[in-house]
């Protein structure tokens, strides 16, 4: 797959003030975009793959919204009792078993929770073409609908979690980096089961990449149903954590100040002096760890 990694996302300064003032109230709200047919049928399945003296991997796949075939990893550690479970999602062009996020899952694992992981739409096993991922010209619209599709998938994916009786479905949280934490706000926004949301590497006002064109109606359109800074606001009173990189040339540190501004309280944001893919995830991972030992 082709990617650009948000190489337009730069915001300058002296948009700040614009910036904050722009951010309206919509006409329509753009939380009733996500709504969907609960009771429609999963057609899931669950094969296991392996069963080690710690935890069972299992492969699983459901049917989401607009009839999506959706490809996942189970891991749950041994336990005679029902345990948390941490949503575990992928950045832009990787998969749910890219370097990162493997070791993310062995932390959790670790730690007694259990973890799911699955691929954004058009990624990993799910991949269909290999277009170019990009909000600001070329397949946009396509664009656009990798990430309601997967905001779909993951409101599945819980559907799915309330079927497993080795989880507990209300003690779930999530963990989502780049691509996957900006999904991740607007999942986590509208989804009250999500109990405990970590998003990394993330940020909102996506219609920046436009530059001067970023306040027209058309633009702000068009990002409505995908920007996080209209959702984060719905986490509360849920507590949300943020951990972004100081020095990230990919997603600019004021998109996510001006993210957490907007969220409500509770909230906690850490900051590492790193650029975006040098995250230190030895330190990233231990730290929502804690989050989600406290808050689940």
Same mark, same amino acid.
């Given at each position: 797959?082709?990617?650009?990694?948000?190489g337009?996302?730069?915001?300058y300064?002296i948009?700040?003030?614009?910036i904050?003032?722009?951010?309206?109230?919509?006409?329509i709200s753009?939380l009733?975009?996500y709504?969907?047919?609960?009771?429609?049928?999963?057609?899931?399945?669950?094969t296991?793959?392996?069963?080690?003296l710690?935890?069972?991997?299992s492969?699983v796949?459901?049917?989401?919204v607009?009839?999506k075939r959706?490809?996942?990893?189970?891991s749950?550690?041994?336990?005679?009792?029902?345990?948390p479970?941490?949503i575990l999602?992928?950045?832009?062009?990787?998969?749910?078993t890219v370097?990162?996020?493997?070791a993310?899952h062995d932390y959790?694992v670790?730690?007694?929770?259990?973890?799911?992981?699955i691929?954004?739409?058009n990624?990993?096993d799910?991949?269909?073409h290999d277009?170019?991922?990009?909000?600001?010209?070329?397949?946009?619209?396509?664009t656009?609908?990798i990430?309601?599709?997967t905001?779909?998938d993951?409101?599945?994916?819980?559907?799915?979690?309330?079927?497993r009786?080795? &989880?507990?479905?209300?003690? @779930?949280?999530?963990f %989502?980096?780049? *691509?996957?934490g900006?999904? #991740?706000t607007?999942?986590c !926004?509208i989804d009250?089961r &999500?109990?405990?949301?970590? @998003?990394?590497?993330? %940020?909102g006002? *996506?219609s920046?990449m436009? #530059?001067?064109?970023?306040f !027209?109606?058309?633009?702000?359109d068009f990002?409505s149903v @995908?920007?996080p800074?209209n959702?984060?606001?719905?986490?509360?009173?849920?507590?949300?954590?943020m951990?972004?990189s100081?020095?990230?040339e990919?997603?600019a540190?004021?998109?996510s100040?001006l993210?957490?501004?907007k969220?409500?309280?509770?909230?906690?944001i850490?900051?590492?002096?790193s650029?975006h893919r040098?995250?230190?995830i030895?330190k990233?991972?231990?730290?929502?760890i804690?989050?989600?030992?406290?808050?689940?």
């Amino acid at each position: 797959m082709k990617t650009r990694l948000f190489g337009n996302y730069v915001v300058y300064g002296i948009f700040f003030s614009v910036i904050v003032s722009c951010v309206s109230k919509q006409e329509i709200s753009v939380l009733k975009y996500y709504e969907y047919d609960q009771g429609l049928p999963l057609e899931d399945s669950i094969t296991i793959l392996s069963d080690s003296l710690d935890y069972v991997l299992s492969a699983v796949e459901y049917t989401s919204v607009h009839n999506k075939r959706v490809t996942g990893l189970l891991s749950v550690p041994k336990s005679t009792e029902p345990l948390p479970v941490i949503i575990l999602l992928h950045g832009l062009g990787d998969r749910k078993t890219v370097d990162y996020v493997d070791a993310g899952h062995d932390y959790f694992v670790k730690s007694g929770l259990a973890v799911l992981r699955i691929d954004i739409a058009n990624h990993g096993d799910r991949q269909e073409h290999d277009y170019d991922f990009d909000l600001t010209e070329g397949y946009r619209y396509w664009t656009r609908d990798i990430i309601t599709q997967t905001v779909f998938d993951l409101r599945r994916s819980i559907d799915f979690l309330d079927t497993r009786k080795e &989880v507990a479905p209300e003690r @779930i949280g999530f963990f %989502g980096i780049s *691509l996957g934490g900006i999904i #991740g706000t607007i999942f986590c !926004s509208i989804d009250q089961r &999500v109990k405990a949301p970590v @998003i990394a590497l993330a %940020g909102g006002n *996506l219609s920046l990449m436009f #530059g001067l064109d970023a306040f !027209s109606e058309d633009t702000k359109d068009f990002f409505s149903v @995908i920007d996080p800074i209209n959702f984060v606001e719905q986490i509360s009173p849920r507590p949300l954590l943020m951990i972004n990189s100081a020095n990230d040339e990919i997603i600019a540190p004021l998109t996510s100040k001006l993210l957490f501004k907007k969220a409500n309280e509770p909230k906690q944001i850490i900051w590492y002096p790193s650029k975006h893919r040098d995250l230190p995830i030895e330190k990233a991972y231990p730290e929502s760890i804690k989050w989600f030992q406290k808050q689940l």
